[in-house]
Nanobody
């Protein structure tokens, strides 16, 4: 059984930085691709970024490329989303997700391909 518990988030001003975390339980975390998604008020949940099971490759949505960075610590079983140069349009509930399939070569970008989800973390960026 894999559980994802998120922490971090909060209210920041435009231009600030913030890091949110996703702690996982379960011995198979290190074999799963991981992703971040977000959902703004009144909008559908969207892909933010993803990382392969071994951390070798990362992919980002165009809207966050160059500002957000995903990192994973397979010893501590934690994944991070470092968000820099935040904008008001980054305001959303952020979710981490684990693929659930062992060692897939490409992390999926569709939310339906992820089997495990965190509880969500609110990030609010004021202008």
């Amino acid at each position: 059984q894999v559980q994802l518990v998120q922490s971090g988030g909060g209210l920041v001003q435009a231009g600030d930085s913030l890091r949110i975390s996703c702690a996982t339980s379960g011995r198979t975390f290190s074999t799963y691709a991981m992703g971040w998604f977000r959902q703004a008020p009144g909008k559908e949940r969207e892909f933010v970024g993803a990382v392969t099971w071994n951390g070798g490759r990362r992919y980002y949505a165009d809207a966050v490329k160059g500002r957000f960075t995903i990192a994973r610590d397979s010893i501590k079983n934690i994944m991070y989303l470092q968000m820099n140069s935040l904008k008001p349009e980054d305001t959303a509930v952020y979710y981490c997700a684990a693929d659930g399939r062992v060692r897939v070569p490409e992390p999926p970008r569709g939310e339906n391909e992820y089997g495990y989800w965190g509880q969500g973390t609110q990030v609010t960026v004021s202008s």
